[in-house]
C-alpha cells in the first residue's frame, strides 16, 4: 500500500508563505503525478497544484504567480514533493490535501492515494 502524509501547514499572516510537504511512502512502481487540492468549510475540494513525472506543472487560476510546486523526487521507497505558497490570502484558508497517483505493479491499475491533509490558517 501507499501511505500520503501531508505537513507544513498552521497560521499566517495575510501577505506571509508557507511550505507543504507531501510524502508517498510505499512500494509504487509508476507514479503519474502528484497534487495539491484544498477544501475550505462549507466549499468543495479544489485543485490547486499539479506536478507530472514528466516535470510538466499546472496551476489553478487563484495559485497562478503566488505558488510553485516543485518536482517529484524519488529516494527509494520514499516519494517527496512540496507546495510553496507565497503572498497568502484569507481566501488561502482550508484543508489542504496531497494526492499521488499511482500504479502499485506492472500492469496494474492507476489508483489515487490520498493523505489526511494540513490546515492552512490565514489571518491577521
Known amino acids: 500500500q501507499v501511505q500520503v502524509v501531508e505537513s507544513g501547514g498552521g497560521l499566517v499572516q495575510p501577505g506571509g508563505s508557507l511550505r507543504l510537504s507531501c510524502v508517498a511512502s510505499g512500494s509504487i512502481f509508476m507514479l503519474n503525478a502528484m497534487d495539491w487540492y484544498r477544501q475550505a468549510p462549507g466549499k468543495e475540494r479544489e485543485l490547486v497544484a499539479q506536478t507530472f513525472s514528466s516535470g510538466q506543472t499546472n496551476y489553478a487560476d487563484s495559485a497562478k504567480g503566488r505558488f510553485s510546486i516543485s518536482s517529484i523526487s524519488r529516494d527509494n521507497a520514499k516519494t517527496t514533493m512540496y507546495l510553496q505558497m507565497n503572498s497568502l490570502k484569507p481566501e488561502d484558508t482550508a484543508v489542504y490535501y496531497c494526492?499521488?497517483?499511482?500504479?502499485?505493479?506492472?500492469?496494474?491499475?492507476?489508483?489515487?492515494?490520498w493523505g489526511q491533509g494540513t490546515q492552512v490558517t490565514v489571518s491577521s
Open positions: 494526492n499521488a497517483v499511482a500504479m502499485l505493479t506492472a500492469g496494474g491499475y492507476i489508483h489515487n492515494y
